[in-house]
């Protein structure tokens, strides 16, 4: 296993990390943007009105990705593990 190899799974580690949190970061940024609006707009500063729907689209958006997030993940895992037999020289 060399350097350019490493690098290459860790590459690849990165974008499915990426991929996989994009949907959660990118629900929590427009609900949060959307409700500092309506909070700047009304001028209503309570605490709960900014966490508790972020808290409910973060999990909506769970509940919606969550199965294509999994089988993201299962087939990077599968991929690196089909790929130790070459990586290692074994076979």
Same mark, same amino acid.
């Given at each position: 296993?060399?350097?350019?190899?490493?690098?290459?799974?860790g590459?690849?580690?990165?974008?499915?990390?990426?991929?996989?949190?994009?949907?959660?970061?990118?629900?929590?940024?427009?609900?949060?943007?959307?409700?500092?609006?309506?909070?700047?707009?009304?001028?209503?500063?309570?605490?709960?009105?900014?966490?508790?729907p972020?808290?409910? $689209?973060?999990?909506?958006?769970?509940?919606?990705?969550?199965?294509?997030?999994?089988?993201?993940?299962?087939?990077?895992?599968?991929?690196?593990?089909?790929?130790?037999? $070459?990586?290692?020289?074994?076979?």
């Amino acid at each position: 296993m060399d350097t350019s190899q490493i690098m290459d799974i860790g590459m690849q580690a990165f974008i499915v990390a990426g991929k996989l949190a994009a949907p959660i970061l990118i629900t929590g940024l427009v609900v949060g943007f959307a409700i500092s609006l309506f909070q700047s707009i009304t001028q209503i500063q309570e605490a709960t009105l900014s966490f508790v729907p972020k808290a409910v $689209a973060v999990a909506v958006a769970l509940i919606v990705c969550g199965h294509w997030m999994i089988s993201e993940i299962v087939a990077f895992t599968t991929d690196l593990f089909d790929k130790i037999p $070459a990586l290692t020289g074994v076979g």
